[in-house]
DNA sequence: CGAGACATTGAATTGCCTCAAGATTAGTGG
DNA sequence: CCACTAATCTTGAGGCAATTCAATGTCTCG
């Protein structure tokens, strides 16, 4: 990542990241870990703010301690695309380049564990577990961007509003896509995000909301709050 | 890549893949680029055939040398969508994974070097440059997709279309994103073959390129043939 | 309690799709 | 070389899903 704005907050050595082998940690070495925890920094960023602009120089990234950020593109004109989504654990920011390709932003108070960017390409050099394991990383996220283009491309939008549903369950039991449950979350973006994330207007995101809970695949209490009383009706919503 | 349906012709060593230094060769020494190609061979695909089906077992990969594949996703209900295309020199096939997450489809006739998976896997434990290598072409399938992503959710299908010429346009002379020329060539897809990959009708993809036509940002002759006055021009149209 | 942000709902419009009919092109065999 | 056929592409008419514009409702937090 890039370009870090000031944290809200004085930074300080980041032991959690480290100790749950969270992230890229769990590549690491007892060595390297002592090494990194050197130079990590945990890090805040309220809600909105922006964690770094599409085409800036890279140099830092991060491991998600807490929260949740979108990936961003943005046309010259002010549309904007949601292309990619990450919450606690995951990995942020793009290797083997110098400028980044999009734009991060935070879609709730976020905690980072941040490391400049010489510090994780020196360490890529000396270890390849790690470098694996974020090869790995990547080309899970190019296997869910393509899954989402065919959401994007060919879902109609009460499909694509279920599959969102569908994508956040995945995320809280991941272990879910065995079996037909009933789940319960908060949704971690506004409307407003959904929409960008679905490539849909606001209004429709809420049309098709009021819709799913209408013929009850989801209970809705205070706008954020869902249950899901038959994730596999869901799943086949979502087309 | 798997699942290799028979080839059309008898499978003989690959010379022209590892000389070239075309895909991943470049990243090998010349002990190496032996033991490949005692491994490579070079097969061909007629138009429409499938190189391997999604979730299916993956048992080799290529490089193309020849002709355009497509990747596709396909939902249960038939809806299909493009998700990327691969053209001369490209590497196919996902490395770490056990099975394919989508399915591969020859958009046009299409040569292939291709080598058995353990070999290849192999090289890429022995071989530092070859694994960097790969990893900075899967993250350049990433920006990619995400950048389709963008296409898919936020434009008008007059911008789909223009994109998708221009797409084309960069991929047959890389340098254009600078200036403002006059470019040709021919379409690598069918109408329907674009509709899949711009998420639209072949009606809509079709009369976007007479809109076009009319508007003089393209000049098409036997459907397949187009020529672009004015790159910088299709650019703005693209949005 | 009031203000501001966020969300829902309604009405009208529009952009794309579907269905249907031709036109063009490419491929085949006489 | 031409006629014939099948595939691909274009064009038109009508319908529908999603958007836009506008108003109302709900929640959150000083």
Redesign the pocket.
Known sequence: MSNIHPPEEEPRACRNCNVRHAGICGALDVAQLQTLARHTRATRYKVGSELFGDETDITSYANVVSGVIKLMKVLEDGRQQVVGLKFANDFIGRVHATSNTLSAEAASDVELCQMPRAILEAMLDDNRPLERRLMVEALRELDEAREWMVTLGRK???ERVASFLYLIALHVRPGLAQVSTEIEYDLPL???DMADFL??????V??Q??ELRRMEIVV?R??RHVTIPDTERLRQRAG
């Open positions: 109609s939008a009460a506004t409307r407003s490539g849909l207007s606001i209004e429709t809420s049309r909301l009021t809705i205070n706008k």
